[in-house]
């Protein structure tokens, strides 16, 4: 039988990641600061639930975090009940939030003390991505390490790259993730201008998916541009915000100029000023249209 497989963190990502293991066969041990949150995912899919992250490390050779920032992740791999304490000598430790590259590798660390290996591996994709198995890990620290967390990362990624030392994956989450935002700034903005201008929003969307501008990003957003009251939030704004100030601090301590960034960086401040953090990311466009 293969081997359990922790994931601490059951949000949208997590939890997605959690049936793709599930799916694939895997058992899985699952711990969520919001315990009730757990609770239903275990139901819904067959996982077993951990009082802490420790319990949960504790249960398996290959542990996946999915957690908000770096803050979250912080406090979970620290003290008597974190992640830290339940390692098992030669456990690898995936660390798949979006954070910062410091955040990794102040971790590794005390990761190390306890036998165990940390890999900076986030991923590229939404969760409906996440739930097709097609994301892509971008992966930072040891080669061997890896090697033992692959077969568990190949049940919801479709490519894992290595990309260099701890600390690699997260910056290039960062970068992809700005450009992202980018994508997503621009669409709003084109799909509103066309609106106003008497072009029907499907036909405009249309344009988008049959022309040079049909990034991966426009066709798996359609359906949330199209529909954004009866489309789930697969992307909270607030993470928005969260991603773009992480991605500024990392262009400052490197000395490279973030225009695109800086803009958006703004104008994402101005919607959660008018309440929409909860909103998913292609909310960008509604709130362009109530402006």
């Known amino acids: 039988m293969d081997e359990t497989v922790a994931v601490i963190g059951t949000g949208n990502m997590g939890a997605a990641m959690v049936a793709r293991l599930r799916a694939h066969g895997r058992p899985v041990t699952?711990?969520?600061?919001?315990?009730?949150?757990?609770?239903a995912l275990a139901a819904r899919t067959g996982a077993e639930v951990a009082t802490s992250a420790r319990a949960a490390a504790?249960?398996?050779r290959?542990?996946?975090?999915?957690?908000?920032?770096?803050?979250?992740?912080?406090?979970?791999?620290?003290?008597?009940?974190?992640?830290?304490?339940?390692?098992r000598p030669g456990a690898v430790v995936a660390e798949t939030s979006t954070v910062s590259p410091e955040t990794v590798r102040a971790l590794a660390g005390p990761v190390a003390a306890a036998g165990a290996t940390l890999l900076d591996a986030p991923v590229s994709g939404s969760v409906p991505v996440v739930e097709?198995?097609?994301?892509?890990?971008?992966?930072?620290?040891?080669?061997?390490a890896l090697d033992t967390a692959r077969p568990v990362l190949a049940a919801f990624a479709s490519r894992v790259l290595h990309l260099g030392p701890l600390g690699s994956g997260a910056t290039m989450k960062l970068v992809v993730n700005g450009v992202v935002h980018s994508l997503n700034q621009a669409v709003s903005e084109a799909l509103v201008l066309a609106e106003r201008a008497g072009?029907?929003?499907?036909?405009?969307?249309?344009?988008?998916?049959?022309?040079?501008?049909?990034?991966?990003?426009?066709?798996?957003?359609?359906?949330?541009?199209e529909d954004p009251d009866g489309?789930?939030?697969?992307?909270?704004?607030?993470?928005?915000?969260k991603d773009l100030a992480l991605l500024e601090a990392l262009a400052a301590a490197n000395g490279a100029r973030m225009d695109q960034a800086d803009t958006n960086r703004r104008l994402v401040g101005e919607a959660l000023a008018a309440g929409y953090a909860d909103r998913d990311i292609s909310a960008m466009a509604a709130f362009l249209r109530s402006t």
């Open 231 to 241: 489309t789930p939030v697969a992307f909270r704004l607030d993470l928005v915000a």
């Open 62 to 87: 290959v542990v996946v975090v999915s957690l908000a920032d770096d803050a979250a992740v912080a406090a979970t791999y620290e003290g008597t009940d974190g992640l830290v304490a339940g390692l």
């Open 132 to 144: 097709r198995g097609e994301v892509t890990v971008l992966a930072g620290g040891d080669a061997a």
């Open 30 to 39: 699952v711990f969520n600061r919001t315990g009730s949150r757990a609770a």
């Open 199 to 225: 072009v029907d929003r499907r036909a405009a969307y249309e344009v988008f998916a049959a022309s040079a501008v049909a990034a991966p990003f426009v066709h798996y957003k359609r359906a949330a541009f």
């Open 58 to 60: 504790a249960s398996a």
